[in-house]
């Protein structure tokens, strides 16, 4: 019987073939164990030379890192080992040798992994961390899709910028010029009228030169756009999301938290509601914190971001920044203009900001007038404008960055390990 790691559980007892790799190995004179990888899982394999005999006994010992093989044996319970199984190997037929594997269990430095991502890919900790990426996206689809939701694909290469407040990629589009997106909203907005409730999720493009932990070049969003939803209604959307994320990963990632030796107690406590605090307090908090030279109208930069997570083990809104350090496109507050109606979603742990959003401007007049102030003229933006001419209504949404939230929710340090071939400021290899 074939089978895959994922699967042993059904075979206790029971003699099965498995087509693998040789993550590792060690051996003494009458046993050897294999450490096994399928790409569903990781399992170790036993060979006893008493049982299977001199010859493959040492064809065994002399089997190299990740060569591939068919691998048989009985699966048997393994209290031990996090998968709960191992296999007692009675066969085993080499399918391709592998020579001189250039990842060794010793440590190697971070551009050396780098260069070889290719292959780093299947090291047990990076394959962790792309379940977790894989169940972050299954249950986005699974929330916005039980939530009535649409997913609605806006365009990768478009005429003009969406943000105005990051850089872009230029590009020729035959002979107009073209930019690839750095977010889907407009076009999400102008499905939210089409559709009422839409999400996108696809990659995006900032050509900013940052070079921190928290940001690539090429990352991938989540952008829900709502109609006849105002910003408070978004929050809810959002810690609901959150949370249901968040819990899904701690219900089918057990064994890969487990690997990423995450601590799950922080994880546990995560769910809706989440606390709220206002711009004009945060700053109040990030003064008395020991940052005092921030002033109210100053965006927070990563430590003031975690300086304001500490002191909640929740991930924290920080709502109503002044306009003048949001997009063009944020609703003023109708109370205080000079604040909008938005907020970012601060994750525990120093993570930083994993989710913008916000109530959208909604009025024709109003949505000129920023045009102007932005210098944001031309034919590219007729079109967004228009939506504000038939049937305007209050909607709000918001973009959750895929690879801080799977940095976050996995533990790992920086978000070149969260997606599998990262494009950093000085990496578009391989
Ligand atoms: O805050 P941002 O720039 O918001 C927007 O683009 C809005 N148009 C979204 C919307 O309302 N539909 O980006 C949203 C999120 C950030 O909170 C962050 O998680 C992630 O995208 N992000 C990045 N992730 C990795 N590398 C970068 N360079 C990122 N820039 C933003
Ligand atoms: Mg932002």
């Not at 691998?71 to 009675?90: A, K």
């Not at 109208?297 to 709502?319: C, K, L, R, Y």
Request: proline share 5%.
């Amino acid at each position: 019987m074939k089978t895959t790691i994922s699967e042993v559980s059904k075979y206790v007892g029971e003699e099965v073939t498995i087509g693998a790799w040789l993550a590792n190995k060690r051996s003494s004179g009458k046993i050897a164990f294999l450490q096994l990888r399928d790409g569903t899982g990781f399992m170790q394999g036993i060979v006893v030379k008493a049982d299977i005999g001199e010859e493959k006994f040492t064809e065994a010992k002399g089997l190299t890192q990740e060569s591939s093989l068919y691998v048989t044996g009985t699966i048997v319970e393994d209290t031990r080992s996090p998968l709960g199984f191992e296999m007692q190997v009675t066969d085993f037929e080499l399918i391709h040798e592998a020579v001189d594997y250039p990842i060794t269990p010793k440590e190697h430095g971070t551009e050396f992994l780098m260069d070889h991502r290719h292959l780093w890919l299947r090291s047990k900790r990076q394959h962790a961390v792309m379940k977790v990426r894989n169940e972050i996206i299954r249950s986005t689809y699974e929330f916005f899709n039980d939530n009535g939701y649409t997913k609605v694909d806006p365009p990768i290469l478009t005429g003009s910028s969406a943000e105005g407040t990051t850089e872009l990629f230029h590009t020729k589009y035959f002979d107009e010029d073209a930019y690839l997106s750095q977010s889907g909203q407009l076009y999400m907005e102008a499905a939210a009228m089409a559709f009422g409730k839409v999400f996108s999720f696809g990659p995006t493009f900032r050509a900013e030169k940052s070079k921190t932990r928290r940001h690539l070049i090429e990352f991938w969003m989540i952008e829900p756009e709502m109609a006849f939803m105002d910003h408070e209604d978004s929050l809810e959307v959002q810690e609901q999301y959150v949370s249901h994320v968040v819990q899904s990963v701690l219900q089918n990632c057990k064994i890969e938290l487990d690997t990423l030796e995450r601590d799950t107690e922080k994880l546990e406590k995560i769910k809706a509601p989440f606390p709220r605090i206002s711009y004009d307090d945060a700053i109040q908090l990030v003064k008395e914190k020991g940052f005092d030279d921030i002033e109210w109208g100053e965006d927070f930069g990563a430590p003031h971001e975690t300086a304001i997570a500490e002191a909640f083990d929740m991930p924290v809104f920080i709502t109503n920044y002044p306009a003048d350090i949001k997009a063009f496109y944020m609703k003023p507050d109708p109370k205080r203009p000079e604040v909008v109606l938005c907020a970012d979603l601060i994750a525990p742990e120093g993570y930083g900001e994993i989710i913008g959003g916000s109530q959208r401007i909604d009025d024709l007049e109003l949505m000129q007038q920023r045009y102007e102030e932005h210098d944001l003229t031309g034919d590219a933006y007729r079109w967004y404008l228009q939506l504000r001419e038939f049937g305007s209504v209050p909607h709000s949404g918001f973009g959750l960055g895929l690879e801080r939230t799977v940095a976050w929710i996995s533990g790992v340090e920086h978000v070149r390990e969260t997606i599998p071939f990262p494009r950093l400021l000085n990496r578009l290899y391989p």
